[in-house]
């Protein structure tokens, strides 16, 4: 029996957001119609992972809806996925990824960016350094992209704050800066970038992009690679 994908999404109190997930979710199921796909949440919103898990029949793989590692990774989904469905195979977080890199630069231009545009990279933020790393790794590979410099900055927890970041970025030549949006979905973290914005475009979010879903799928196969060519638990990966 093919594996169900169970999508593990953080939750969010946005009914767009909920929405944007939503939408997302049937992009994935449009990419490989006929194989079951189940969107889930860690918290706040409906259905919960913990409820969702039991539900389905037959294996299952575990891809989080999470832009990089932290306390949802290492903590919250394996406490879930140990009493629900301790036989589970759980796949690496989402970023940092070139499918991500390429969403994020066609959504830029989307949004209007230019030439002469710094850039920003905004991210929820964490309490977590591998987490955070992750976010800068993707600023990296999105400065490659464009050939141009960009900052990586968080909304809530870590350094540089989008505050700080954009005082900065305000002492160079460039006439504008153009936040990137480093998220899957609308909510507080967009709002929080689209209020730090002073002249310049912010991104929508990733949202129900056909390479977010073809990401999610290689975090799938590549999950259920791992379980059939070893016999030893491994940690959570990405590449």
Do not use: C, N
């Not at 796909?37 to 294996?59: C, F, H, K, N």
């Not at 949004?111 to 991210?123: K, N, P, S």
């Not at 540089?160 to 900065?168: H, Q, V």
Request: overall charge neutral; glycine content about 6%; charged content about 20%.
């Amino acid at each position: 029996m093919t594996p169900a994908l169970v999508l593990a999404a953080h939750g969010t109190r946005s009914a767009a957001g909920e929405h944007t997930l939503a939408a997302l979710a049937d992009t994935v199921r449009r990419v490989r119609p006929g194989q079951r796909v189940e969107l889930s949440y860690l918290e706040i919103s409906s259905p919960l992972l913990a409820e969702v898990l039991p539900a389905v029949r037959g294996p299952v793989v575990v891809v989080p809806l999470l832009l990089a590692g932290g306390y949802h990774v290492h903590i919250d989904l394996p406490e879930v996925i140990a009493e629900h469905r301790p036989d589970a195979v759980v796949a690496g977080w989402l970023g940092p990824h070139r499918l991500l890199t390429s969403a994020l630069a066609r959504k830029l231009a989307r949004a209007g960016l230019r030439a002469t545009d710094a850039v920003l990279l905004g991210a929820a933020g964490s309490s977590d350094p591998s987490a955070l790393a992750d976010v800068r790794a993707a600023a990296h590979q999105l400065a490659v992209r464009l050939a141009r410099p960009v900052t990586a900055a968080f909304a809530s927890a870590g350094t540089p704050s989008l505050e700080e970041a954009m005082e900065r970025l305000r002492s160079t030549p460039a006439a504008r800066v153009a936040i990137a949006s480093y998220l899957l979905a609308p909510g507080y973290f967009h709002d929080r970038l689209v209020s730090s914005a002073e002249t310049g475009p912010v991104s929508d979010p990733l949202g129900a992009d056909r390479d977010v879903a073809a990401l999610i799928w290689h975090r799938y196969d590549e999950a259920l690679h791992r379980t059939r060519t070893t016999a030893e638990p491994q940690p959570l990966t990405r590449t």
